[in-house]
């Protein structure tokens, strides 16, 4: 085709070689660090390949009846509940939205797209899940605030049934004297799982990662789940940094860089495992979101 | 009247369906709306929001008044900034670098592996970040400025490396997302037109420039709208997570956002940081509806409203 084609394809190759590798490679150098004994990690410093092979900080994290599978508890129970009741929320919310016949459906598009547009930031917020839902330190604060329902996506699911369920299908299932209740879910759900399959992976990334809640709203360690954990223990090290002198009795508590480095790469791993599987939905959240909000 | 109450009736298991979602919007995104007002009062713990006595414009003349107003108005837009024009031109270049990738598998292996980033939380990356940084046994210091003979650089400290460090990690964790949204954009390009340009003897370089780039331009020009839309607002886990808190690279790291929290639960100057939550939320508002504007003149269909 060109005359240059292979050279083309060899600096092509080349530049997005190197983008993956600076992509893959910080998670190499801590997945490393896991597996490395905590001297030849003060000797050395962090490598890509483990100079000294020591298993010492899984041992301890597992046996150790600690933190981590506690965190581990956690963080599943709250991604499951949480993408459940927001899929349900999320789902009851877009399909009325999508029905053109809906009198007084664009009063309720607007009540729902408002929340984008403007909002009153984190401190009246804070200050009424504080104040009158006493929200703090209970699961309830990992769960609720801000995360139960996204505007984004029940518009993303809403454009969805109105581009591709027809309607007519809706009208004649009306005829036959089916419920609103028995339309939505015998006949609109088995054709809308690529879109619930995709709103539920963007929902459960967002609280498997989230630690903003717990950083808002937890100071009792027994609630922390693994990303709010990992938050924690981080400020404790920070503490210990500002005020050096006094820190000894902390520094008991913060556990050694392997160690933490361990629990950082078993907070990654269910979504490295999982994403295989889900990346085609992922891919599709992309690309919806792109073409129109 | 009549008939659309009844009409209205008729579809009540659709309202009741709606009914969830409504209540939780309504608790969580305006009840505490009325709580901007704090911006204007004397915050007194006892007596909540409410029943503090207002003080008219105290908190913002405070908050104007003093140095870090400016620091993280700078840092917000300045930052918001740089990360619309390098992650747009980024995230361009490598879609387009995708979409001429012969090799299947190759281009499979790209796809998946850029998109790693953008899976992982804040918290993950500030950890990722650490292990590069640290002063100790950091990879930058221990493997690459040591067997360079060089000085370790006590990089929580060095308030001049951050602007760089801040926007490569935004860049890093960003750019799977961003292109791959782009990448399905040309691949939906028509391809008879390069067919055509090919036979005209156009090159490689010419078919990017005459027919991908025109392509996506009204989709360029309307994320560079929302995005600016949206400069008054940081991502907080950047700015919050990845310095770690640091006191001394503030001047650098403070944004919008990071103040407001501190303000609330470290410093305990909530008055000043609910006059900038305000401002930014006003800001942001009138931002998003000029954008939005702007939009509907270039391409009516892809407005927000």
């Not at chain 1, 983008?19 to 003060?42: G, R, Y």
């Not at chain 1, 609630?223 to 920070?238: C, F, P």
């Not at chain 2, 414009?57 to 620091?71: M, Q, R, T």
């Amino acid at each position: 085709m060109y005359k240059n084609e292979k050279i083309f394809q060899f600096f092509a190759n080349l530049i997005l070689a190197l983008l993956t590798i600076c992509c893959v490679a910080p998670f190499l150098l801590m997945i490393s660090a896991s597996f490395s004994s905590e001297s030849a990690l003060s000797v050395y410093g962090y490598t890509f390949w483990p100079k000294e092979f020591d298993l010492s900080a899984y041992k301890y994290l597992f046996s150790s009846t600690g933190a981590l599978l506690k965190a581990y508890s956690v963080s599943i129970g709250v991604t499951v509940v949480g993408t459940v009741l927001n899929l349900i929320m999320t789902i009851l919310m877009s399909y009325p939205l999508s029905r053109k016949d809906l009198p007084g459906r664009n009063i309720f598009a607007f009540y729902l797209f408002f929340t984008m547009l403007f909002n009153g930031g984190l401190i009246p917020s804070y200050i009424m899940w504080t104040r009158n839902f006493h929200i703090q330190n209970t699961i309830w604060a990992l769960l609720i605030p801000n995360l139960l329902l996204n505007a984004y996506n029940v518009i993303m699911m809403r454009t969805y049934f109105t581009s591709s369920i027809p309607m007519e299908i809706i009208e004649a299932a009306k005829i036959d004297g089916a419920r609103e209740g028995t339309i939505l879910v015998k006949c609109v759900l088995p054709m809308a799982k690529p879109i619930i399959a995709t709103v539920a992976l963007l929902v459960g990334l967002g609280y498997w990662n989230d630690w903003m809640n717990g950083l808002y709203y937890l100071s009792d360690d027994s609630l922390y789940s693994i990303q709010v954990l990992l938050t924690k223990i981080m400020r404790n090290i920070d503490m210990i940094k500002q005020t050096s002198a006094s820190g000894v009795s902390v520094m008991a508590q913060i556990p050694s860089t392997s160690v933490r480095m361990a629990i950082a790469f078993l907070g990654v791993l269910p979504i490295l495992i999982a994403y295989p599987f889900f990346q085609k939905f992922l891919v599709k959240g992309i690309t919806v979101g792109a073409v129109k909000g | 009247m009549k008939s659309k109450m009844r009409k209205i009736r008729r579809y009540w298991p659709l309202y009741l369906m709606m009914l969830p979602a409504c209540i939780y919007i309504f608790i969580n995104n305006y009840v505490p709306l009325p709580g901007v007002s704090l911006a204007f009062r004397q915050y007194n713990f006892q007596k909540g929001i409410y029943g503090s006595p207002f003080i008219g414009l105290k908190n913002f003349k405070f908050l104007f008044a003093s140095k870090d107003a400016w620091i993280i108005m700078r840092n917000t837009i300045g930052y918001n900034l740089i990360f619309i024009v390098l992650g747009t031109v980024c995230a361009i270049a490598v879609a387009i670098l995708l979409c001429e990738i012969r090799s299947k598998i190759s281009k499979k292996i790209y796809q998946t592996c850029i998109l790693i980033p953008y899976l992982v939380s804040m918290v993950i990356i500030s950890y990722l970040v650490f292990a590069f940084l640290s002063e100790g046994n950091g990879y930058i210091n221990t493997q690459i400025l040591a067997k360079l003979g060089m000085n370790k650089i006590s990089w929580y400290n060095e308030p001049k490396y951050w602007p760089v460090i801040l926007v490569i990690v935004n860049l890093w964790k960003n750019i799977g997302y961003n292109s791959i949204m782009y990448y399905a954009m040309i691949i939906a390009i028509d391809k008879t037109y390069y067919e055509a340009a090919r036979v005209d003897g156009a090159g490689r370089w010419q078919q990017i420039l005459h027919i991908t780039l025109p392509a996506i331009k009204p989709t360029i020009v309307i994320l560079t709208l929302m995005s600016v839309g949206r400069i008054m607002y940081s991502d907080f886990g950047l700015f919050y997570q990845i310095p770690m808190n640091s006191g001394t690279l503030l001047d650098v790291t403070n944004t919008i956002d990071t103040y407001v929290y501190r303000g609330l639960m470290q410093t305990n100057n909530i008055g000043m940081s609910a006059a900038a939550g305000v401002y930014q939320s006003v800001v942001g508002f009138i931002l998003v509806i000029t954008a939005n504007l702007i939009v509907k003149k270039v391409d009516p269909e892809s407005a927000l409203f």
